[in-house]
């Protein structure tokens, strides 16, 4: 159901749309005419959502291999119908993009000739996408954000991997003297940096396994590795190399000189992933937490919007979540936006019908403000956006509060690659 919804004090609530006379409606498109010439006096044009075709009707195990094989070779995809019993004879639809078809068919193909002969290879895709990247740095947040992850892999029954990376004291600038003396200790160094590294890093894997066993989660466990160098580049090559589904992290880290800092990291890190990226907030109590229920999905009308509401979509399902799907603006009765908005309603409506999603407009003096009260208004339990544009962020909550929202937001908060 779209709604509208007017921010105008503490929480916000929703406005009922009235209907509105002639010279009104005149009124209100005159000024969203000149609203559209304003925008950077360019035409903002409403985003249309690619077709969406049935690739293949099977059962809810088959769908989900097949379903790893296509993303495993860059074809996004997403199931339908699996409310239905999990066995029956075609219970679940698996849908691509049109532009897809030909690809996904000689996929397709190569499929049901592995499932025959060797199922092995199928489960083998099937987990390639089903693991969690964890970027450790000892601290008590990050920790925390270790477990956080390890809850969303049991409801993915999802392999979880921690990483560390330490800088190379070697590297340190030093005077003549100073770099001759500690040349001479430079390997004992690294070495008792690397041996203390994975201590730590086995003593949080032991204990993150030893939950695990307790609780008596199949399908998960956790390995772990460590890298030296800059901490973003080892990030980003282990993704490359592991190609997990989702890395988390921790938004603070380390309180000792800035190039350290986890929030630095954090932030370098949303800008160049092409992985999701869920930051846990250093106040988040991860003890507390149960599978997210309300997800807020923070729109900017971007033609990925339709990408990423199928990706999210896909995140959300093992806990039958509610994702709400809202544009904030300054502005009252834009008619540009209500078309936008009415876009995205029409695509769910047609594709994702099983989805349970609210789309609406949110009305707002503050955008920063407004959307930190529905965040609370809705007891949103994890904030996701696109980062399709470089300053998109800004644009979504002021350029002088992005970091400020960004890094003391109490909520998660999953950042989504807009695929090209």
Known sequence: ?????????????????????AIEVINTCIMALNSVYLRNNQQKIVAMPEKIVTLATLTYMRAQLLCAMLESNGIECFMTNINRIKETAGGV???????????????????????????????????????ILVPV???????NAAYYALKIAAAFKAEIKL????????????????????????????????????KSLRSLADRLQDEIDAKGLKGTQVTYDLFKGNAVDAILNQAREYKPALIIMGTRGSKLEGLRSFGSITARLLEKSKIP???????????EFDFPKRVLYATNFDKTDYSVIRRLASFVKPFN?????????????????????????????????????????LETADIQQGMENFIQEKKIDVLAVTTHRRNFLEKLFKPSLTRKFLFQTRIPLLVFQALP
């Open 321 to 361: 979540a509610k994702i709400y799907c809202v544009h904030a603006t300054l502005d009252e009765d834009d008619l540009i936006d209500e078309a936008e908005m009415k876009s995205i309603k029409n695509y769910l409506t047609d594709h994702m019908v099983e989805l349970n999603v609210e789309c609406g407009i």
């Open 277 to 287: 990226v869920l930051a846990v907030p250093q106040d988040y109590d991860a003890s």
């Open 137 to 143: 740095d000892f601290t008590k947040h990050a920790e």
């Open 1 to 21: 159901m779209r709604q509208k919804y007017k921010c105008s004090g503490p929480v916000s609530t929703i406005v009922k749309t009235t209907a509105k006379t």
């Open 93 to 131: 639809n698996v849908r691509i993009l049109e532009k897809d078809v030909e690809k996904a068919v000689k996929i397709f193909k190569d499929f049901r000739e592995a499932y025959g002969v060797n199922k092995e290879q199928a489960i083998e895709y099937m987990r390639s996408v089903r693991r």
């Open 163 to 198: 990483i560390n990376a330490y800088l190379d004291p070697a590297g340190a600038p030093q005077t003549y003297l100073e770099s001759y003396t500690y040349q001479l200790n430079i390997d004992k160094i690294i070495r008792e940096i690397e041996e203390e590294t994975e």
